[in-house]
């Protein structure tokens, strides 16, 4: 019996110390996203997506992950919103000049670990 408590015990604990990799509260859109990225070969910086306040809405920014590839600012419902940076001239698509001046709230909400 004593046995079955530790093994028990241990499945608990081991369960309780494993976290989702995303917030549960993070649209599924947005968790397609990332896997996605998953899929996708390991860059340099590493895959990452990060929350904000802009204009009073809840959004979601995957940077650019190489080279001259724009960044993507999504809404919650994954409609583009503008490219802020990256891209060619290195300053998205200009659809949003002012997004890093008045984002707020920043909150990490995935970023690849992969080697």
């Known amino acids: 019996?004593?046995?079955?408590?530790?093994?028990?015990?241990?499945?608990?604990?081991?369960g309780a110390c494993t976290k989702e990799d995303v917030p549960a509260e993070t649209p599924s859109c947005i968790k397609e996203k990332i896997e996605q990225i998953k899929k996708e070969s390991v860059w340099n910086p590493p895959g990452s997506v990060w929350q904000y306040?802009?204009?009073?809405q809840t959004v979601y920014y995957i940077p650019a992950r190489c080279c001259d590839i724009p960044s993507v600012l999504y809404d919650a419902q994954c409609n583009v919103i503008c490219s802020p940076d990256g891209g060619l001239?290195?300053?998205?698509?200009?659809?949003?000049?002012d997004f890093f001046e008045?984002?707020?709230?920043?909150?990490?909400?995935?970023?690849?670990?992969r080697k």
Request: proline letters at 3%.
């Open 89 to 97: 001239t290195g300053k998205g698509d200009g659809k949003c000049p």
């Open 53 to 56: 306040t802009y204009n009073n």
């Open 102 to 113: 008045k984002r707020k709230n920043e909150k990490l909400i995935w970023q690849d670990d």
């Open 1 to 14: 019996m004593k046995k079955v408590i530790v093994v028990l015990s241990l499945f608990l604990i081991i």
